[in-house]
């Protein structure tokens, strides 16, 4: 199972999502999030992940002169987009810049379900995460969970990684749940908004172990 680390900003956070075996370390580029990095520090922190984990640029509505100083600069693997981006828009940013795309769609009712066809064929992954609580100038990273129970309508064999207010306390329950084809965490494993600790992430995948050990008995 894949699992994204997001929000990283720091040496050491980037070497713990490694070292607990992150499939995905994400890095974001948005000025009113607490995890917001400049693109030239996260293209030096993504090296260490190079060859063992795939680089997600994390963008909300960016323009085009944004996506490609991002890009040029940190050299992702792939990107996430996280605003209201259309499926025009997204083909036309794979086009341009000719990345895999992964789209953040918020859950919080059955019929959200529905605004996953358009875009089908033209994302190459999904990523639920819950709505913005009311105030929240962040589209993502709010540590809020969404009704997990809505998922078991989703298509078959969608891809997608779960996410949303994911923590060592609750994973085994979110995978019991929805056995997800991956798992995107950040706020679950920071000490304060933005300040990831090495310890929360270490205990996060020792949960996920714990639970996949479970699930096999
Ligand atoms: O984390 C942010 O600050 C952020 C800002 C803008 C867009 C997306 C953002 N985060 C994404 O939201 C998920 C869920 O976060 P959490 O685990 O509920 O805190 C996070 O992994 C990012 O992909």
Not at 169 to 198: F, H, Y
Request: glycine share 10%.
């Amino acid at each position: 199972m894949d699992i994204k680390i997001c929000g990283l900003n720091t040496e050491k956070s980037v070497a713990a999502a490694l070292d607990g075996g992150a499939s995905h370390v994400g890095f974001i580029f948005f000025p009113k999030s607490p995890r917001n990095i400049a693109p030239e520090d996260a293209g030096r922190l993504r090296q260490a992940a190079i060859g063992r984990a795939n680089a997600v640029a994390v963008t909300v509505d960016a323009t085009d002169s944004e996506l490609e100083r991002i890009i040029s600069t940190v050299k992702p693997d792939m990107l996430q987009l996280h605003g209201k981006e259309a499926p025009e828009r997204i083909g036309e940013i794979k086009q341009r810049f000719g990345l895999p795309v992964m789209k953040a769609l918020a859950i919080s009712t059955a019929d959200d379900l529905n605004r996953i066809a358009p875009f089908k064929g033209i994302a190459d992954r999904f990523l639920f995460d819950a709505k913005p609580p009311a105030g929240s100038q962040l589209p993502g990273g709010n540590g809020v969970s969404f009704d997990w129970t809505l998922l078991s309508k989703l298509p078959a064999g969608l891809d997608y990684l779960l996410s949303g207010g994911i923590n060592s306390e609750n994973v085994a329950e979110a995978l019991r749940m929805t056995n997800p084809p991956g798992l995107d965490i950040s706020s679950g494993v920071e000490r304060t908004p933005g300040v990831k600790d090495p310890a929360l992430i270490a205990a996060f995948f020792a949960a996920v172990r714990r639970a996949s050990a479970q699930s096999v008995v």
